[in-house]
């Protein structure tokens, strides 16, 4: 279990659903004051007003992470707030339509599952990486997903953008190496969220068979992972992906 120092603050992008919502809560319990950011404003809210109720220290605020120049605005309102900023959790992604050979895909489908999925994860970083760099401290964690290491058929857009965070994060890992700052990735396999559930039947199958515990993860045992890649604990490891699989990556 990891209990954060105090203060501790963490920035949870994509915190009004699935694993980010569940992240935020988790690590709200043991300690750290949350930022929760969204594109889904009002869901956000939600998340924030639960860790408050639970007793816990969080704010809110809508971010779309493919607007540069409106997060602008948002990252800096945050960092004020907050003072110092130790973490960052990326969680925000989408799947794009799935289910479809690559000579079906849309390019302006691709295009968006780009630009929240890749080109998102490079903004992100890039709004908190000086801030951290002032503070010669900071654990920057972007959820990747077994796609990227592995390629599920019928979703070329997402197992293309993963494999890029993945590369990404390998990269970032070692600029920022001698900073005090990590970077790492977590590759899920399926755990059980609302992208998931918005997912087509044949596609979930398709994943969770190839899964050797032959079940989905759950998000508490995402969160958990998150909370401690994101803690000073987490001190020797950067630019690597960590696995969340149920035995389907072993390497
Ligand atoms: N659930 C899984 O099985 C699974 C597996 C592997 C990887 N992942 C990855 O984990 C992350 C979280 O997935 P989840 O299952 O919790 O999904 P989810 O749909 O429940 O949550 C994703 C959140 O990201 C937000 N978001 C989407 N686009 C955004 C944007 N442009 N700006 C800001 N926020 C935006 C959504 O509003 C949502 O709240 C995603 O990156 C996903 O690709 C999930």
Not at 142 to 170: D, L, Q
């Amino acid at each position: 279990m990891t209990n954060f120092p105090d203060p501790y603050a963490i920035a949870v992008v994509g915190a009004a659903s699935g694993i980010g919502q569940a992240a935020a809560g988790l690590m709200a319990a043991r300690g750290a004051s949350i930022i929760c950011l969204d594109r889904d404003s009002a869901g956000a809210q939600k998340t924030r007003d639960e860790i408050i109720a639970a007793g816990g220290r969080a704010s809110a605020y809508a971010l779309d992470v493919t607007d540069p120049v409106a997060a602008k605005t948002v990252w800096q309102k945050a960092l004020d707030e907050c003072g110092q900023l130790h973490g960052l959790v990326n969680c925000a992604g989408v799947t794009g339509k799935t289910n479809l050979k690559t000579h079906e895909v849309d390019p302006v489908d691709f295009d968006l599952v780009y630009r929240i999925n890749m080109m998102g994860t490079l903004l992100v970083s890039q709004a908190v990486l000086p801030h951290m760099l002032e503070n010669k401290f900071g654990r920057i964690l972007h959820i990747a997903s077994i796609a990227g290491k592995e390629g599920n058929a019928g979703m070329v857009a997402y197992s293309a953008t993963k494999a890029g965070v993945i590369g990404m994060v390998k990269s970032m890992g070692k600029d920022y190496a001698e900073t005090g700052i990590t970077v790492n990735a977590l590759a899920p396999a399926v755990i059980r969220t609302p992208m998931v559930a918005a997912l087509p039947e044949a596609q979930v199958n398709y994943m969770t068979d190839k899964i050797p515990m032959k079940r989905c993860g759950e998000l508490d045992e995402a969160a958990e992972m998150i909370a401690w890649i994101v803690s000073p604990a987490c001190s020797f490891t950067t630019g690597f992906t960590f696995d969340l699989s149920g035995g389907r990556a072993t390497y």
